[in-house]
């Protein structure tokens, strides 16, 4: 039995609603990662942000020159710490995925171990254990109530997972396919998107999806489409939809829906969204440039930001808390990713 959806709710033919963040006339900002490494010696890495919660902690991980997750944050300038390492339960890589509005963070891990860690909201670690005989698995994202959407990651194809962690289970796959997962509301409705490695350009894959433990259903369209974000109470779609979305520029930016038709956005430019608040508000980079939209009006976030230093620019905006505050990431003149906490000037 699939979920039943109703995003996006009829109002989102004229405006969504108004409450929550709506884009500021200034930001300010601060480097997420911790300023010290474990050991005390200055943080001279790379980073990346993946999210924020609602509290303005942002989530994200430290890369060593190769790109390699070396380490685990959650918080923003002082308030910025480093998560327990789980490196010692895994072969391989190990780094923070998805952060929840309350703080919890999933992690994902570079091996073929059935398991994946979960920090809870006040940083302590646990080994969730997935379903079946699948290994490899990819944790998409994470809600305040523990609620995991991920992919169990096969020899061909993929299957999505779901569930809080002592109740985790497997979904039936009704088709042939790999799948992102690419967020998940407070109320535990997920969303990604299935692929077809073999199957490209046909017309047909990718293919938009909402799922929960009930099942999974498509987005209603008689094109390739997409799910990017939902909104944390679920009623906010968007997704890219067009005849070919094999290429990432194609297609076109939708509050989508399991049943209606996609409502296409006006004045997007090329964004790519990342995420979608409750009031509408939709965050993501527009051609490498760190972007905002919101009721037919992009705005590049540079414009908006005090004090950058020179040669630093904003590349893109991966989630909004319900503050208006921002995880962003950034690179510096030497081209090195910083991850950011953009704040909404007062």
């Known amino acids: ?16 609603g108004r409450r929550g963040p709506a884009i500021a006339a200034r930001y300010s900002w601060e480097q997420a990662a911790p300023a010290r490494l474990p050991d005390g010696s200055p943080n001279t890495l ?31 300038g002082r308030d910025s710490n480093w998560l327990p ?9 190990v780094m923070a995925m998805a952060v929840a509005a309350n703080g919890t963070v999933v992690g994902g891990a570079n091996s073929i171990e059935a398991s994946f860690p979960l920090w809870d909201r006040r940083g302590r670690l646990r080994l969730v254990l997935t379903p079946g005989s699948h290994y490899g698995p990819v944790p998409g994202a994470v809600n305040s109530s523990g609620v995991t959407a991920g992919v169990l990651v096969g020899v061909k194809v993929g299957q999505l997972f779901y569930g809080r962690p002592d109740r985790l289970r497997a979904l039936p796959s009704l088709r ?72 990432a520029d194609r297609g ?52 908006r930001l005090r004090g950058l230093p020179r040669g630093w620019a904003l590349t893109d905006v991966v989630a909004v808390a319900k503050s208006g505050a921002l995880a962003v990431n950034a690179t510096d003149a030497s081209g090195r990713s910083i991850a950011l906490k953009v704040s909404p000037s007062r």
């Open 1 to 16: 039995v699939a979920p039943a959806v109703s995003a996006p709710a009829d109002a989102l033919e004229r405006r969504p």
């Open 46 to 76: 790379a980073s990346k942000a993946v999210g924020i919660d609602d509290a303005g902690h942002v989530a994200g991980n430290s890369l060593d020159a190769a790109g390699t997750a070396v380490g685990s944050f959650l918080g923003a």
């Open 85 to 93: 390492s789980a490196a010692g339960s895994f072969a391989g890589t």
């Open 176 to 247: 042939e396919g790999n799948y992102r997962v690419t967020g998940i509301s407070e109320t535990g409705t997920a969303v990604g998107s299935r692929h077809h490695p073999f199957m490209r350009n046909d017309g047909h894959y990718p293919e938009g999806i909402v799922f929960t433990a009930a099942g999974t259903e498509n987005i209603k369209t008689t094109q390739t489409s997409t799910v990017d974000a939902i909104s944390p109470n679920g009623r906010y779609l968007i997704g890219r939809v067009g005849p070919d979305l094999w290429e």
């Open 252 to 303: 076109r930016l939708a509050w989508v829906s399991t049943s209606r038709e996609p409502v296409y956005l006006r004045g997007v430019g090329q964004l790519k969204a990342r995420a979608v608040t409750d009031s509408g508000l939709v965050v993501g980079s527009n051609g490498e440039r760190a972007a905002l939209w919101q009721d037919g009006r992009l705005v590049d976030l540079n414009d």
